[in-house]
């Protein structure tokens, strides 16, 4: 079993900034790419930036400039640091890695349980 276990959501004022933390766990022998997508209501989940283990990132246009990747290999974590929050990044912030198992030799993509992020104007 893998799980991903996020936190740092919250509440913050426009112009602020948050931490996001995913942590995984379990039986893992890699994890290939990780990443954060989001979610407002009644829209579709959307890219925010991934990762990959070599740290090659992509992100979204619309958080490029102010929002950045990071990920500890040895501890299975990934970060993402939010700078210049605004209203519009208001949403569920979903982490996702591509987790190939112990064992195993495809990877497999596992999502966490979201964290609310609320940004104030």
């Known amino acids: 079993q893998v799980q991903l276990v996020e936190s740092g959501g919250g509440l913050v004022q426009a112009g602020g900034s948050l931490t996001l933390s995913c942590a995984a766990s379990g039986s893992i022998f890699r994890i290939p790419v990780s990443g954060w997508y989001r979610q407002t209501p009644g829209k579709q989940r959307e890219l925010v930036a991934t990762i990959t283990r070599d740290s090659i990132t992509n992100y979204a246009d619309s958080v490029k400039g102010r929002f950045s990747i990071s990920r500890n290999n040895a501890e299975k974590t990934v970060y993402l640091q939010m700078n210049s929050l605004q209203p519009e990044d208001t949403a569920v912030y979903y982490c996702?890695?591509?987790?190939?198992?112990?064992?195993?030799?495809?990877?497999?993509?596992?999502w966490g349980q979201g964290t609310q992020v609320t940004v104030s104007s």
């Open positions: 996702v890695a591509d987790v190939t198992p112990t064992g195993w030799y495809t990877p497999i993509r596992y």
